[in-house]
């Protein structure tokens, strides 16, 4: 046991040490991240959450923003009970400030999930809203808020 603890603390100290190490330029084109969510449709019979990260260039004039997460569908009713599916939309503001969807995700399958992942590139802001959306329709409804995921000047 002692041998077990002993070796897992070197480990984590020749990383710690790599990691120091690295040239600040190396570690500048790293993502550096954080959870976000969850975050709901009205009603929360739709949800949410993931990870935001969020890569600059060297010269911090350009960046990527890496998102991944999961959509839940939390509306157990029936279709002909009036059930919907769970529905997710990204946006995102490029440095003109400008709002553009970018991603969004549809799942009908009341209780699991399904996950989601992209990247947009030379962005100032991103934020999600959560919805149903009908399963043989394509108009959303019953949408949360607005949520603000990333912003740059917060940086």
């Not at 040490?17 to 976000?36: E, F, I, K, N």
């Not at 969510?37 to 959450?49: E, F, R």
């Not at 993931?50 to 890496?66: A, F, L, R, Y």
């Amino acid at each position: 046991m002692f041998r077990k603890i002993a070796t897992g603390l070197l480990a984590v100290a020749a990383a710690g040490a790599v990691a120091l190490s690295m040239p600040a330029a190396a570690s500048a084109a790293t993502a550096d991240g954080y959870s976000w969510g969850p975050v709901y449709a009205k009603h929360h019979l739709a949800k949410a959450q993931g990870w935001i990260g969020v890569e600059w260039d060297e010269h911090q004039t350009s960046n990527t923003v890496h998102l991944r997460g999961r959509l839940y569908d939390l509306d157990q009713r029936t279709y002909g009970q009036g059930g919907k599916c769970a529905y997710v939309k990204f946006q995102a503001a490029g440095f003109d400030h400008e709002w553009d969807a970018v991603h969004a995700r549809k799942f009908c399958g009341y209780p699991g999930s399904k996950k989601f992942r992209f990247d947009v590139d030379d962005v100032a802001a991103v934020r999600v809203k959560v919805c149903q959306i009908h399963p043989h329709q394509q108009w959303v409804s019953k949408c949360g808020q607005w949520e603000y995921l990333y912003a740059a000047e917060s940086e």
